[in-house]
């Protein structure tokens, strides 16, 4: 039994299969916020009155390079797939809208490459004795 109409299944409309995984990657990258944000914020806070050189001694740790990497991929992903819900549901022009979504994917890109290259410098600024 299909829900489909009949002029729905001579035309081949429905479903595109895409809104499924859109959900669940926006759900998982959610979950997997939660932990960063709170160790990220726990870390920020423990060093709170620090100085620069113990910041980035904090951000040269392995273990802290690579949180702050996932962190910064994970909420620029989250984002982008959030603010493109929002143009796909308020925007409805179709040329605006494929301008917003493309302009919005291009920005999370380079604003996370840009925090990450912000950090793996840092990081191996540090163990190179730079």
């Known amino acids: 039994m299909s829900l489909r109409s009949d002029l729905g299944k001579v035309r081949g409309l429905g479903s595109a299969k895409e809104g499924v995984a859109h959900w669940w990657a926006q759900r998982l990258t959610a979950i997997a916020l939660v932990p960063l944000v709170l160790w990220f914020v726990a870390g920020i806070a423990g060093m709170a009155g620090a100085d620069l050189a113990a910041v980035r001694g904090w951000i040269a740790n392995p273990v802290t ?10 909420a620029f992903h989250h984002a982008q797939l959030g603010l493109q819900v929002v143009i796909e549901d308020y925007v409805h022009s179709e040329g605006c809208k494929l301008a917003g979504i493309i302009l919005i994917k291009f920005l999370a890109v380079a604003l ?3 925090g990450i290259f912000s950090v793996l410098k840092i990081a191996f600024r540090a163990t190179l004795g730079g």
């Open 65 to 74: 390079a690579v949180l702050l990497v996932l962190l910064i991929g994970t």
């Open 112 to 114: 996370a490459a840009a």
